[in-house]
């Protein structure tokens, strides 16, 4: 029953904005450290953002002051906010929750987004 679902991957223009989300179910999700990863074509995967269970939140460089991350417990949901988007920012993105402590760590499917007019 462990889940790890995403959404709001799409196409949108240079400069626009997109919001993704993942959903999590089977586990306690607000002890878990989620991030946000990307990979495109050729290239490493790599971690956006973090939010940790105490809500402290980590970006790239690539990244920081356009993208936002945050989480509602409640609702087992962590947000990645993406304005001002740049061609470069096309990638799939995937949501990953890990606790290192349980050893335990799981990811989401996976959804692409493209940035080009």
């Known amino acids: 029953q462990v889940q790890l679902v995403e959404s709001g991957g799409g196409l949108v223009q240079p400069g626009g904005s997109l919001k993704l989300s993942c959903t999590a179910s089977g586990f306690t999700f607000s002890i878990f450290t989620v991030g946000w990863y990307r990979q495109a074509p050729g290239k490493q995967r790599e971690l956006v953002a973090s939010?940790?269970?105490?809500?402290?939140?980590r970006y790239a460089d690539s990244v920081k002051g356009r993208f936002t991350v945050s989480r509602d417990n409640a609702k087992g949901t962590v947000y990645l906010q993406m304005n001002s988007l740049k061609p470069e920012d096309t990638a799939v993105y995937y949501c990953n929750a890990k606790h290192l402590g349980l050893n335990r760590q799981y990811w989401g499917q996976g959804t692409p987004v493209t940035v080009s007019s």
């Open positions: 939010v940790n269970g105490g809500g402290n939140t």
